[in-house]
């Protein structure tokens, strides 16, 4: 399936790194039954020691709101707790404080803290993307005694703390810790060995992804566990994905009842809006409609779309956060692509010209102690340059969407009058 497709987009990633300065990159991409395409790039870190490989771990940063939600649905299943039940109904203590003066704790829901609804600040004094200390149970001990934005179900802001509040109930459900809840109602039956919320399961591991900023970062425990401290590869997260495009069935086993699993993009229906449901926002590409999640911090970016009607889905992560969403870009471009050759009723897209094959690499320019680099890559069948697709003109001259010049010369090519040379 997209042979040729897949095979250019095999050949543009590398070099897209390179002008990125991107690490290390793993992409997989399926559909209702199997992987169609997956691919790892690059290395954990920039000691380039240890290769990136099928199974090596990156944080997912918030699309681990996604995976703790889908094990909140599977406690609704299994009747241990309701949507609409009260945070305090499992954390007794648990005390927020507004401006008003008065007390809304109790009725702060579940359902509000999936849909970020409740009116909680987006960090606790304790374990943030700001300050790394502390255990899952102290920061959500700190949430107590913070305001509110507003009164809980008055709108919509996005916040770390209802997520993690939820993830936190569950282990007080079930009486065992939040990971290890996740382990073994959600990782175990989807086969998923390689994704966990231990932290120390990722930070005691050597071969596991090191996130980069303008250099190599420390690992850091993660200690917002239910909004982004889960560390996962792609081709576990398509496992997870293949369960929802078979409406919570997986390799015959059913984990989620269709209806159960319908409620975590039903409470919003996809639409132009792309406004956020349990877990996951629902939107809709290309006429089709689409669940995502993304995440970013800690040096990682991270993406999951999942085309339910369709029948597709794709996971993207790397280690370096220095640069626009790359693995975004690289995923929607390709949705874009695909869906426009399966309404075209085309299986595949083209070979690349043979005359284009000299071009396709990577090319910078150096300016004041700095540099500028440009990949010329191969997609759907054509090239393109910082994302644009160039259209042949005359002899060696290009012209791209927005109708700039790319003349390709003797080891090198002028970019709108600038001159770049061929590094690979």
Not at 66 to 88: C, E, H
Not at 100 to 115: A, H, N, P, V, W
Not at 266 to 277: H, M, T
Not at 363 to 374: D, R, V
Request: net charge negative.
């Amino acid at each position: 399936m997209y042979r040729n497709y897949f095979h250019q987009l095999k050949t543009a990633i590398p070099l897209l790194m390179k002008e990125k300065n991107i690490p290390g990159f793993s992409i997989s991409v399926c559909d209702k039954e199997k992987v169609i395409f997956s691919e790892t790039y690059g290395y954990t870190d920039l000691s380039e020691n240890i290769p990136v490989t099928a199974t090596t771990q990156f944080s997912l940063q918030s699309i681990s709101k996604t995976y703790t939600a889908f094990g909140f649905m599977l406690a609704v299943q299994d009747g241990k707790v309701s949507l609409d039940d009260s945070i305090k109904k499992y954390i007794p203590k648990f005390s927020v404080k507004h401006k008003d003066g008065e007390d809304y704790s109790s009725s702060i829901t579940f359902r509000q803290c999936l849909t970020h609804r409740t009116g909680l600040k987006h960090e606790a004094p304790v374990g943030s993307n700001y300050v790394y200390s502390g255990t899952f149970d102290e920061h959500i001990e700190s949430i107590n005694g913070t305001f509110l934005r507003f009164k809980p179900g008055e709108q919509y802001c996005y916040s770390n703390l209802g997520i993690d509040l939820a993830a936190y109930a569950l282990g007080r459900i079930y009486e065992m810790p939040f990971e290890e809840y996740m382990l073994n109602k959600v990782f175990i039956p989807l086969e998923m060995a390689h994704s966990t919320y231990r932290q120390n399961d990722y930070l005691m591991r050597v071969e596991s992804a090191v996130g980069h900023g303008k250099e190599s970062l420390v690992k850091y425990p993660i200690m917002m566990l239910g909004a982004g401290g889960m560390y996962s590869c792609p081709d576990d997260m398509t496992r997870f994905i293949r369960c929802f495009l078979n409406q919570g069935v997986y390799n015959g086993q059913r984990i989620m009842k269709q209806e159960i699993l319908e409620q975590m993009y039903n409470e919003y229906p996809p639409s132009d809006e792309w406004l956020y449901n349990f877990g996951l926002v629902a939107g809709i590409i290309k006429e089709r409609a689409i669940l995502n999640h993304n995440g970013g911090g800690f040096g990682f970016l991270a993406t999951q779309d999942i085309f339910i009607d369709s029948g597709f889905g794709a996971a993207a992560l790397i280690n370096s956060t220095e640069h626009p969403n790359i693995q975004l870009t690289i995923i929607r471009n390709m949705w874009d692509d695909l869906f426009a050759l399966q309404d075209a009723g085309k299986e595949d897209c083209e070979h690349i010209p043979d005359n284009y094959e000299p071009l396709i690499g990577l090319y910078e320019t150096k300016f004041n102690g700095g540099s500028w680099k440009l990949a010329v890559i191969p997609r759907n069948g054509a090239i393109y340059c910082d994302n644009q697709k160039l259209e042949h003109h005359s002899g060696n001259l290009f012209f791209n969407e927005k109708n700039d010049s790319v003349e390709f010369i003797e080891n090198g090519m002028i970019y709108d009058n600038v001159t770049c040379n061929r590094i690979l």
